[in-house]
């Protein structure tokens, strides 16, 4: 947030590196950020249809999901076309429709007690937690993820500097106290003696809803679970071509994905190689290979915040060396702050490779430490041109 009031640029940790740490250091920022958002589409994206499945079928529609995810896909992709306004009002819309039924499902929880009464047991730690810690970071994560996309689109607000630090803050600060609240009604709501239940549960929420209000709201709980999903694909989506775009009007990557459709300011050539390119993947991995949606869900959403942590980490180095020589560095916002992050970051990058996960989990660090690798080789081979957007 610190450097979004300096460099309201392009590319968000792309535009801040570049400042901070150097061209290089900015493009392979920006680079991670690529594969962390289009992950995020492929990871998104393959799991709507299932809720979609689940929502249509309380209305008497039935449908293959493939099929619901194929359409999915497409729609995200035509939606995306209409502007980055339209596309920023129309997540907001969804994800607001998403939180006021979670709301009200907390706040029946939390008021009814539970199964077993409100406790402050599910807020203490336990030694045996320790051990998943990291990997479960990595999930938390990967829920948490996507406050930083409102820095990527930031130049098209009227007032960058201000809009970053009022979109990032308040977006933090609103989803840390949402999923703290949703995640302690969660837990209650099964029970500490049927907690086993609830690590079992593949659809949670949907159990709770019935529980406590009854079978018709657990239809609105699938409505709220199709359209949240969509909502974090659609802003998946737009982050990732907006950082393509970026790159591709910096030169590093070709200048055609930096193309706009007229007074909208769309990247439409980056949207569409992303959303075609998650067709493919799609049919790959769901059709070709049978993966299921959660797996595709949980594998490539790893993947994707893998390469985010790391950002996170160089954001926070370019941080402390960004504001060494500024008159107004603060030792608390400008280094403590910063490193204190770099050590939380790190722990769950760890926990990903030692110990050792089970196949194909062990591979996804590797996956992206290639990723990160021709990166570095396109960041130091490639010269770097001007763009000439005109001819294309």
């Known amino acids: 947030m610190e ?11 792309y535009a801040y590196n570049a400042k901070a740490l150097g061209e290089k250091a900015g493009f392979i920022s920006g680079w991670l950020l690529v594969l962390t958002y289009v992950t995020f589409v492929f990871s998104s994206g393959a799991i709507v249809g299932n809720f979609a499945n689940v929502f249509l079928s309380h209305l008497g529609v039935h449908l293959p999901v493939n099929l619901y995810n194929i359409l999915v896909l497409l729609l995200g ?7 980055i306004e339209f596309s ?40 045996h ?22 820095a990527t689109i930031a130049p098209r607000a009227t007032n ?37 239940d609830l690590a079992k549960s593949t659809a949670p929420m949907n159990f709770l809803a019935t529980h406590y209000l009854g079978t018709n709201a657990a239809i609105f709980m699938d409505f709220a679970a199709m359209v949240s999903y969509f909502a974090c694909y659609f802003g998946a989506l737009n ?28 990247p439409t050539h980056a949207l569409d190689s992303i959303t075609g390119l998650a067709l493919i993947v799609y049919v790959i991995f769901a059709i070709g290979l049978g993966v ?15 390469g985010l942590l790391t950002v996170y980490v160089l954001v926070n180095i370019g941080a402390i060396v960004y504001f060494r020589k500024d008159k107004g560095r603060s030792m608390f916002k400008h280094v403590l702050a910063p490193v204190i992050g770099i050590l939380v970051l790190i722990y769950p990058i760890y926990t990903s490779l ?32 001007e763009t000439r957007l005109e001819d294309f």
Do not use: C
């Not at 590093?252 to 930096?258: E, M, T, V």
């Open 3 to 13: 450097l979004g009031k300096r460099i309201p640029g392009d590319g968000s940790a």
């Open 77 to 83: 992709g035509w939606l995306s076309h209409k502007g």
């Open 88 to 127: 920023t009002r129309l997540t907001l819309v969804l994800e607001l429709l998403a939180v006021l039924v979670l709301s009200v499902l907390t706040v029946v929880i939390i008021f009814s007690g539970g199964r077993s009464g409100n406790s402050v047991q599910p807020l203490i730690p336990q030694p």
């Open 129 to 150: 937690m320790v051990t998943g810690l990291g990997m479960g970071m990595v999930f938390a994560l990967m829920s948490f993820a996507g406050f930083e996309g409102s």
């Open 160 to 196: 960058p500097s201000k809009a970053i630090s009022i979109a990032l803050l308040g977006a933090v600060s609103f989803a840390a106290i949402f999923y703290f609240l949703v995640s302690y009604a969660e837990v209650i709501g099964f029970g500490s003696a049927h907690i086993g």
């Open 239 to 266: 982050a990732g071509a907006f950082m393509l775009e970026a790159l591709g009007k910096s030169g590093y990557l070709h200048p055609w994905l930096a193309v706009e459709s007229g007074d909208k300011q769309t």
């Open 292 to 306: 299921s949606a959660s797996d595709m869900y949980n594998w490539f959403g790893t993947i994707g915040m893998l």
């Open 354 to 385: 030692w110990p050792i996960p089970a196949f194909p989990m062990n591979t996804f660090p590797y996956i992206a430490i290639v990723w990160f690798l021709i990166g570095l080789w396109v960041a130091t081979k490639r010269r770097k041109v």
